[in-house]
């Protein structure tokens, strides 16, 4: 198979395989390197799907928002109760967007909106065919896989 000094290769690549994946955190984790990391992300996987596929009704928006609620509840009474107590209030960080963050982002949004619009107008034109066919591939696919 090869001399002892050598590591294993996949497929007889130059590389390993943790080189391939990008040597870092995430390779670890894939290659479970990391039990505790990679057995929460399976952990985390194998709960979503069962609140999501298992559980009827039960949408990601959902989940989201009961979420915060129970988050922002849970502080209110939090605050309430150190007014009474005469405690500290909750740590709550200091939650500010830029204003030079969010003419980036809207920026990068109505480039991209631009875009697609432009891409919009190509194919309704009849200019670029090879586009349609590939945005109507991924439309037939997105409603098969929505079902």
């Not at 922002?72 to 309430?80: C, E, I, M």
Request: proline share 4%; hydrophobic share 50%; charged share 15%.
């Amino acid at each position: 198979m090869g001399s002892p000094g050598q590591s294993r290769r996949l497929f007889g690549a130059h590389r390993s395989l943790h080189d391939l994946l990008g040597g870092g955190t995430g390779a670890d984790v894939v290659l479970w390197r990391r039990k505790e990391v990679s057995g929460g992300a399976l952990a985390a996987v194998v709960a979503s799907w069962a609140l999501f596929y298992c559980g009827p009704g039960y949408t990601l928006l959902s989940f989201v928002s009961q979420v915060f609620m129970i988050l922002l509840t849970v502080l209110f009474v939090w605050a309430k109760a150190a007014q009474l107590l005469h405690r500290a209030p909750p740590p709550v960080p200091l939650m500010k967007i830029s204003d030079k963050s969010v003419s980036e982002a809207s920026q990068i949004v109505g480039n991209f909106v631009n875009k697609v619009l432009q891409d919009f107008e190509n194919i309704a034109l009849g200019k670029d065919s090879s586009l349609f066919y590939k945005v109507a591939f991924v439309l037939v696919l997105t409603s098969i896989v929505g079902r």
